[in-house]
Antibody, heavy 122, light 107 residues
Framework: QVQLVQSGAEVKKPGASVKVSCEAS????????VSWVRQAPGHGPEWMGW????????NYAQKFQGRVTMTTDTSTSTAYMELRNLRSDDTAVYYC???????????????WGQGTLVTVSS | DIQMTQSPSSLSASVGDRVTITCRAR??????LNWYQQKPGKAPKLLIY???SLQSGVPSRFSGSGSETDFTLTISSLQPEDFATYYC?????????FGPGTKVDIK
């Protein structure tokens, strides 16, 4: 079955970086894109950006521009999201989700990974 | 950014009730509207995409309607497993944005 499995929880200090992985299985990885979405405790989801897993093209939310990098390793069907210069308000569950291979064509997120809790604390 | 609002923010309902949740976009978004269900401690699950298309495997008691700025998610007969929080999300333009959620709990 289609599945996305993410890396484990992380605890980071302010100013540090975190890199979350998302391994896909059950489908042809490069036929779909991947979006990253985070959810702070008690809040709704927040879209961070999208990557075309075939050519590496990305689209980042302006809020995260300059701090986030999304990449893929097609040999292992794995997507990565790195967030730098972490702050306490970056504490959230980070999700990857399968998306369409192009933008602006009724993009939707299905399925989602199980989530990775990133805690930023001094 | 396109702001999404939802109403109500929460509701109490009984098994078998018909439940309607509304989502409103601050600008016209055609039918680029998705609905998700999230249970505590779990990832969101796609229910409806493109405003009214039922995602494969989702029970037919879920339906979506609307276009441009006003959208509705309807659960025709609420089941015990439907108690959850529901989010709408626009995919008309980046950044894709979500509504604040509607929590459905047991009356």
């Amino acid at each position: 079955q289609v599945q996305l499995v993410q890396s484990g929880a992380e605890v980071k200090k302010p100013g540090a970086s975190v890199k979350v992985s998302c391994e896909a299985s059950g489908y042809s990885f490069t036929n779909y894109g991947v979006s990253w979405v985070r959810q702070a405790p008690g809040h709704g989801p927040e879209w961070m950006g999208w990557i075309n897993t075939d050519n590496g093209n990305t689209n980042y939310a302006q809020k995260f521009q300059g701090r986030v990098t999304m990449t893929t390793d097609t040999s292992t069907s794995t997507a990565y999201m790195e967030l730098r210069n972490l702050r306490s308000d970056d504490t959230a569950v980070y999700y990857c989700a399968r998306d369409l291979p192009v933008l602006y064509l009724s993009n939707r997120f299905d399925p989602w990974g199980q989530g990775t809790l990133v805690t930023v604390s001094s | 950014d396109i702001q999404m609002t939802q109403s109500p923010s929460s509701l109490s309902a009984s098994v078998g009730d018909r439940v309607t949740i509304t989502c409103r976009a601050r600008q016209r978004i055609s039918n680029y509207l998705n609905w998700y269900q999230q249970k505590p401690g779990k990832a969101p699950k796609l229910l409806i995409y493109a405003a009214s298309s039922l995602q494969s495997g989702v029970p037919s008691r879920f339906s979506g309607s609307g276009s441009e700025t006003d959208f509705t998610l309807t659960i025709s007969s609420l089941q015990p497993e439907d108690f959850a929080t529901y989010y709408c999300q626009q995919s008309y333009n980046t950044p894709f944005t979500f509504g604040p959620g509607t929590k459905v709990d047991i009356k």
